[in-house]
């Protein structure tokens, strides 16, 4: 298999792990990787029990709402954390998850499985249709171009008659309905555990895969990872659609939770929340996402103060975390221990580049060497 081919099937070949070219850049996972099932059973078992032993309190009601939103962060950990994808459409699709149940619920009289598997169908088309046209662009075009998304949406949601206008949508069903409104509650949280296991399961899957690896070269340095012959408008598309499905279900999850959905989780101070969940806790840690979600959700609600300044809160936090440590709690802890976070990323560079040298390529792949120097 050529390395072209081979980088389209989801591997990158080249020195094995034991040779002296590359010891830590190739990074092959068996076929059958036990890690990814087995962490999405232990976050959804670890939640099932956390949500049944608090027996639909409010703090059990705060807690599960949290859950909902790490099924968003988990996908932003791949977006923003490995492929560093500078997409911000997260409330986006937050929204049309949110209000996709909503709508089919009360106006078309789906039940809450057939909803969500709706939104997911819908949201991947409107994802491929979306991420066609912006992952063409390039980082910074890239985020600009997102970032407009929420204030353009958000307008459409809060003026539409249609879809509630400034009162949303009322009466989602929940995602399991039990005896009683605890029960209900209850069987609910379990079920968002459960999704959020599945989120994570899925995305731990595609770190550790091929596709991962090529998605952290692209994140080094996207000329060398094109040179090594990995397709970059493709890997942009999908992990665009992913992260954006992922969105989707989770808005779809609070909405059921919540039983109604308004414009405010398309809002700009929406995004800006998801972001913090991230960031604070760390983005390339799936863990540390899921625990800030849960944390910063429990924050904003816990008191008046929070709640009515969180857009400034939100956002002062927001600044010093990128200034101070843009890697968050976990990063900071990597460092205390004296573990290096740019491991990988100094272990592609170096392996890309050793590649390229055996194959008369320059360092930008444009060329052999006395090409380049023309």
């Known amino acids: 298999m050529t390395e072209p081919a081979a980088a389209e099937s989801g591997t990158l070949t080249g020195p094995s792990p034991g040779s002296p070219e590359g010891p830590a850049a190739v990074h092959r996972v068996r076929r059958r990787d036990p890690v990814p099932l087995g962490a999405g059973i232990c976050i959804a078992a670890v939640g099932s029990v956390v949500l049944a032993a608090m027996n639909g309190s409010y703090l059990g009601l705060t807690v599960t709402t949290g859950i909902c939103y790490a099924i968003v962060t988990v996908g932003m950990v791949l977006q923003l954390g490995y492929s560093r994808q500078l997409a911000f459409s997260q409330s986006v699709f937050m929204g049309l998850g949110a209000y996709g149940v909503g709508v089919l619920e009360t106006k078309y009289g789906f039940s809450s499985l057939e909803s969500l598997?709706?939104?997911?169908?819908?949201?991947?088309?409107?994802?491929?249709?979306?991420?066609?046209?912006?992952?063409?662009?390039?980082?910074?075009?890239?985020?600009?171009?997102?970032?407009?998304?929420?204030?353009?949406?958000?307008?459409?949601?809060?003026?539409?008659?249609?879809?509630?206008?400034?009162?949303?949508?009322?009466?989602?069903?929940?995602?399991?309905?039990?005896?009683?409104?605890?029960?209900?509650?209850?069987?609910?949280?379990?079920?968002?555990?459960?999704?959020?296991?599945?989120?994570?399961?899925?995305?731990?899957?595609?770190?550790?895969?091929?596709?991962?690896?090529?998605?952290?070269?692209?994140?080094?340095?996207?000329?060398?990872?094109?040179?090594?012959?990995?397709?970059?408008?493709?890997?942009?598309?999908?992990?665009?659609?992913?992260?954006?499905?992922?969105?989707?279900v989770g808005g779809a999850a609070v909405a059921s939770v919540q039983g109604i959905v308004t414009p405010d989780v398309l809002s700009?101070?929406?995004?800006?929340?998801?972001?913090?969940?991230?960031?604070?806790?760390?983005?390339?840690?799936?863990?540390?996402?899921?625990?800030?979600?849960?944390?910063?959700?429990?924050l904003t609600t816990s008191t008046s103060f929070i709640s009515t300044n969180i857009g400034i809160i939100e956002g002062i936090a927001l600044l010093l975390i990128l200034i101070a440590e843009p890697d968050g709690v976990a990063g900071a802890v990597d460092?205390?221990?004296?573990?290096?976070?740019?491991?990988?990323?100094?272990a592609l560079r170096s392996w890309g580049t050793e590649q390229l040298k055996t194959r008369g390529i320059g360092p930008r792949g444009g060329g052999d060497g006395a090409g380049n120097a023309a």
């Open 117 to 248: 598997l709706a939104v997911i169908g819908l949201a991947a088309v409107a994802a491929l249709l979306i991420g066609a046209v912006v992952t063409r662009a390039p980082g910074l075009a890239l985020a600009l171009a997102t970032l407009l998304l929420p204030l353009f949406i958000y307008q459409l949601a809060t003026y539409s008659s249609w879809l509630g206008s400034f009162s949303g949508i009322n009466g989602v069903l929940p995602l399991l309905t039990g005896p009683d409104y605890t029960a209900t509650l209850v069987e609910s949280g379990i079920a968002c555990a459960v999704l959020l296991g599945i989120a994570a399961a899925i995305v731990l899957r595609v770190i550790r895969s091929g596709v991962g690896l090529q998605l952290m070269a692209m994140a080094e340095d996207e000329r060398l990872g094109e040179s090594l012959g990995i397709s970059l408008r493709q890997r942009r598309l999908e992990v665009f659609v992913l992260g954006s499905v992922l969105a989707a």
């Open 268 to 298: 700009e101070t929406a995004e800006i929340t998801l972001l913090l969940m991230v960031f604070v806790s760390g983005r390339k840690s799936i863990a540390g996402v899921i625990l800030g979600a849960i944390v910063i959700e429990y």
């Open 335 to 346: 460092r205390l221990l004296g573990r290096r976070t740019d491991q990988w990323g100094a």
